[in-house]
């Protein structure tokens, strides 16, 4: 009887690159096309000023910076296994109670208010 030897996998390192940052976003957008998937996140940073006639303090906004983070070009199969990776998550919350599918229904509630 012949064995099959193990296979080798070759030795992997972890390293950052010198630019990695981590960085809070708070909306994306993006999409498929037939050559690439394509993800753009960013940040609304809000630029709040103080109110004319208010009282000392009172502040509003009225201007709002959507600041684009990073844009991630990938392959097709590489967004399809991010898609997938991703619902592996949200299922494993799901079943620990964490997250419940009533909530992934609401839409996202966005508050401007300072």
Known sequence: MTTTPPKKFPKIELSK?????????????????????????????????????????????EKINRESQIDLRMSIMDFVGLAQWMNTHIKRLEEQGILKKEDLAKPKQTDYSV
């Open 17 to 61: 690159h010198p630019a990695f940052r981590v960085v809070h976003v708070n909306g994306f957008f993006g999409g498929l096309s037939p050559v690439e998937g394509r993800i753009t996140f960013f940040t609304d940073i809000l630029e709040p000023t103080m109110k004319a006639n208010g009282t000392k303090g009172e502040m509003e906004v």
